[in-house]
Nanobody
Framework: QVQLVESGGGLVQPGGSLKLSCAAS???????????MSWYRQAPGKERELVAT???????NYADSVKGRFTISRDNDKNTVDLQMNSLKLEDTAVYYC????????WGQGTQVTVSS
């Protein structure tokens, strides 16, 4: 059974940085490398939205709201995908979820990111 576990959330001041990590288990490295991995977020009272995606070939896409501030990366040897978040804003406050897709989708449990002064 594939499991995704996020870590790295917390409280940060506006303008600060955080790095989220998502570790995948229950699959081999060669299988993980074929997954499309994404980060989503859901703020209170809002729908879950796509933040960033990294494909199996390393292509990256970002929501307009985070372009130039967030960077998604993956390590297929470690079965991990990270989200480096810089220049954080109040509106980045949300629960951040990792998602992996290969034939079907898998979600992590989420990690809270709070940007507040």
């Amino acid at each position: 059974q594939v499991q995704l576990v996020e870590s790295g959330g917390g409280l940060v001041q506006p303008g600060g940085s955080l790095k989220l990590s998502c570790a995948a288990s229950g699959l081999t490295s060669s299988s993980f490398s074929s997954f499309v991995m994404s980060w989503y977020r859901q703020a209170p009272g809002k729908e879950r939205e796509l933040v960033a995606t990294v494909t199996s070939t390393g292509g990256r896409n970002y929501a307009d709201s985070v372009k130039g501030r967030f960077t998604i990366s993956r390590d297929n040897d470690k079965n991990t995908v990270d989200l480096q978040m810089n220049s954080l804003k109040l509106e980045d406050t949300a629960v951040y979820y990792c998602r992996g897709v290969r034939f079907r989708g898998y979600w992590g449990q989420g990690t809270q990111v709070t940007v507040s002064s």
